[in-house]
Structures are given as structure tokens and as C-alpha cells.
């Protein structure tokens, strides 16, 4: 297993919190950030393992036709 770092950043594209989470490879680590970044009010999210980018995901706010609530949707885009 391979300890990758979690950077959630703000509206400035910012560093805001950073966390470590064990995973076995790139995708668990981009899988487990998507869901911590349902669960948190920042925009994104960054994964890093040690000093290569493994990838970035982003929030989207948006309401479908004939739902009440908005509902959050995540988009993740590749490494550096």
C-alpha cells in the first residue's frame, strides 16, 4: 500500500487541508478523493503521491429539472 496526500484547496486554488490516505494504487487514491471531497466544502481536490500529481478532482454544483436540492458532481481530470 502506498501513502498518497489528499490536498483539498480553495476558491484561490489555494491549499486549505491536507490529509494522508493509504490506498493500493492511483485509482483507489482518486476514488477515495472523490468521496472525502463530497463530504467537504471545497472545490477541489488534488492527489499526490510523494511529488508526482496523480490527479485532480473538481466539484460541480448543479440542480437537475424537477429536483429540489442540489446535488454535487465530481469530475476528475489526470495527473501532471
Known amino acids: 500500500m502506498t501513502v498518497y496526500q489528499m490536498y483539498f484547496v480553495d476558491e484561490a486554488d489555494r491549499i ?17 478523493a472523490r468521496a472525502a471531497l463530497r463530504h467537504r466544502d471545497y472545490p477541489a481536490v488534488e492527489v499526490w503521491d510523494h511529488t508526482k500529481r496523480v490527479g485532480r478532482a473538481k466539484r460541480f454544483d448543479w440542480v437537475a429539472p424537477g429536483m429540489r436540492t442540489p446535488e454535487s458532481r465530481v469530475q476528475a481530470s489526470p495527473g501532471a
Open 16 to 32: 486549505a487541508l491536507g490529509e494522508d490516505v493509504e490506498c493500493v494504487d492511483d485509482s483507489a487514491a482518486l476514488r477515495t
